[in-house]
Structures are given as C-alpha cells and as structure tokens.
C-alpha cells in the first residue's frame, strides 16, 4: 500500500503542553511521528537518501491527531485525500536533533494516556525508514512540479497504530533514547 499525503495549515499547529479539547473534533485519534524540517528545498523525481539526509536541518518528536470531518469514520482513500490526509492538529515536542544524533531506522516509540501505555512502534514501520518515505514523497509530488521546501515541517507518517483519544487524559508520545511530546486532551464543556 503507497502512503497518502496531505496538509497541515498553521491554524492545526500548537505548542507542546497546551491542552485541546474534545469540542475542537469529531472522533479523534492520535499518532507518534518524527516531524522534519528542512534547511534547504529538497525534491525531484530522482532524489536519494542521502538528498533527504543532507536537506534536513532538524527533527523533532511530534503527536498528529487525526479526525475525519465524517462521522463513524466511513471514508475511503478519496476521502481521506479531500480530508487533507485527516489531519487535524499536529503538537511538536522541544527536542530537536540532528540526524547523527538519531537513529530513524530503528528507534520505538510509545504513546501512553495518563502514564499506560496505548501504543507502541518503532520507526523502521514507517516505510521502513522515515526517511525513505520522504523519498518517496519527493518522487511522488515530483509529478506536479513540487518539492519540499526550506523551513518547512513534514511528518512522515506515523510509527504505530493511531489511538483513539480519550477525553480527561495526559496524552504523552515518547521516543526511546530522544524526547517526548505531551498535552492534555480535556472534556467539552
């Protein structure tokens, strides 16, 4: 199965520690990614490993929540694409690395609520290497004249099964030997 892609607006973005609430979704659930950002534009349809590698200026843990706009979440691929990939916030953690100081091709990770944890992974489950699916991407969106640009934040995709969110919780996204990223996802009302 090819990955899918989609958008983040600036509006979905918040800082780690901030609470969110039920209100602000439908029927949410919460992924742990590595988020990337790029020193230099990078793309085409023969970019490399080693392209992706010398572009990135950092990376950083990061908590996606996902939402369909979709009740019950009965949507297939076409609508998942017009639902922007069902992102629907994206929280970064404030540990940035380097890429030598990390080991994407083999690092777990672990979603916990309220200390339990919910979820694990590892990051070789993202296309087998997070950094391998941005290569795919590049050659991807190569075929309308894109690439990934300076400064921009990228998400990979995640590296274990999305959790659904449970209201009245700490959520905590951890990367073994890295960092971690937090918030509170309170109760409407």
Do not use: H
């Not at 990955?3 to 983040?8: A, E, L, Q």
């Not at 230099?40 to 996606?64: K, S």
């Not at 639902?83 to 100081?101: C, F, K, M, T, W």
Request: proline content about 6%; charged content about 20%.
């Amino acid at each position: 199965m090819s990955p899918t892609t989609g958008t983040c607006s600036p509006a979905s973005s918040t800082r780690r520690n901030l609470p969110r609430s039920e209100a602000e979704f439908i029927e949410p659930y919460i992924e742990l990614e590595p988020a990337f950002v790029f020193k230099r534009d990078v793309g085409g349809a023969n970019v490399t490993v080693a392209d992706i590698i010398a572009a990135t200026e950092f990376v950083v843990p990061a908590l996606e929540i996902i939402d369909s706009r979709v009740r019950g979440w009965n949507i297939g691929i076409f609508d998942t694409l017009a639902d922007s990939g069902s992102s629907a916030g994206v929280i970064l953690g404030g540990q940035p690395r380097s890429l030598s100081e990390v080991n994407l091709s083999d690092t777990p990770g672990v979603i916990t609520f309220d200390g339990e944890v919910v979820a694990k992974g590892n990051t070789a489950d993202i296309y087998g290497s997070p950094v391998s699916a941005l290569v795919w991407l590049c050659r991807r969106v190569a075929e309308y004249d894109i690439t990934l640009k300076a400064g921009q934040l990228i998400l990979p995709g995640s590296c274990l099964a999305a959790a659904r969110m449970v209201p009245g919780t700490r959520i905590t996204g951890r990367f073994e030997g890295w960092g971690e990223v937090s918030f509170d996802y309170t109760a409407a009302g």
